[in-house]
């Protein structure tokens, strides 16, 4: 089994910046292509980003390109979501997932097979 632990949540105003982090602990973490997303109060999970196992491919929602980077230390089996100029909207659980799939990127959730326990983001008008 592979354990995610993120963390890097809180609370900011519009218009700032947090990093996320997820740890990843259990298997060989690079030997998986990670994966954020994010639910907001009532709504379902949505994807964010990925990061191939190489960090050479890379995918964005629309609602945040420009805005977060996506990274990864196989090294340090570590993940990264850089997230700058944060709105309301952005409010949300945020979550890592692991896709042990050797076939490139994906945006689907069914893909991934294990996931953290999140770590919530308020951004405040």
């Known amino acids: 089994q592979m354990q995610l632990v993120e963390s890097g949540g809180g609370l900011v105003q519009a218009g700032g910046s947090l990093r996320l982090s997820c740890a990843a602990s259990?298997?060989?973490?690079?030997?998986?292509?990670m994966g954020w997303f994010r639910q907001a109060p009532g709504k379902e999970r949505l994807f964010v980003a990925v990061?191939?196992?190489?960090?050479?491919?890379?995918d964005y929602a629309d609602s945040v390109k420009g805005r977060f980077t996506i990274s990864r230390d196989n090294a340090k089996n570590t993940l990264y979501l850089q997230m700058n100029r944060l709105t309301p909207e952005d409010t949300a659980v945020y979550y890592c997932?692991?896709?042990?799939?050797?076939?490139?990127?994906?945006?689907?959730?069914?893909?991934?097979?294990?996931w953290g326990q999140g770590t919530p983001v308020t951004v405040s008008s």
């Open positions: 997932a692991a896709d042990p799939s050797p076939f490139g990127v994906t945006r689907e959730t069914d893909r991934y097979d294990h």
């Open positions: 259990g298997r060989t973490f690079s030997t998986y292509a």
């Open positions: 990061i191939s196992r190489n960090g050479r491919l890379i």
